[in-house]
């Protein structure tokens, strides 16, 4: 379902950086200190995420490139994710967020800037979502296998789908 993953300026990529992805599982391979786990906080920050510690760092701001002797520290840092259509939606969907050194923030919905709460709905329709299972991180395995019930059924909610019902349920009352 996710295609194409384009990073600017996010933690240790200072330049572009596409990759595209095929059908099934995709699996990044490298050395540590290669940059393998920024890929999956890139994606999980385009998602939405809120928590500078789930991205591994001290605050959000930190997730800037922070520049070298030989390259200058990156203005802003941008993730757009390109995903498949769905069988009942649009034929291709593009999600980006950026956020600049200046501390201005946006997220965008092909290209047409929206609110958080629009990126997570158009999202949680698809059964993506920042909670998801969509993408697994380091740790997130073994977090589910040693999860107490409740906690495990809040996961399995979000990779069905019905996590977005659960909050506007929420919401509402």
């Not at 990044?28 to 998602?47: C, Q, T």
């Not at 259509?85 to 980006?96: F, K, T």
Request: hydrophobic share 40%; glycine share 12%.
């Amino acid at each position: 379902m996710l295609r194409r993953i384009r990073i600017r300026g996010f933690k240790s990529f200072a330049g572009d950086v596409t990759l595209d992805l095929g059908p099934g599982v995709n699996v990044i391979v490298g050395p540590n200190g290669s940059g393998k786990s920024n890929f999956g906080e890139a994606i999980s920050w385009a998602l939405g995420e809120q928590r500078a510690s789930r991205l591994r760092a001290p605050g959000m701001h930190d997730i800037l490139y922070q520049g070298t002797d030989a390259r200058p520290a990156a203005g802003l840092a941008e993730v757009a994710l390109q995903f498949d259509g769905a069988s009942d939606g649009p034929a291709e969907v593009e999600v980006s967020r950026r956020l600049t050194r200046a501390g201005d923030s946006s997220y965008m919905l092909n290209g047409a800037s929206c609110r958080l709460l629009d990126l997570h709905e158009s999202l949680a329709q698809r059964g993506l979502g920042g909670e998801s299972l969509a993408v697994i991180r380091q740790g997130q395995v073994e977090a589910l296998a040693t999860s107490r019930p409740a906690e495990r059924r809040a996961m399995l909610d979000e990779a069905a789908g019905v996590g977005v019902t659960k909050r506007r349920r929420k919401r509402a009352e």
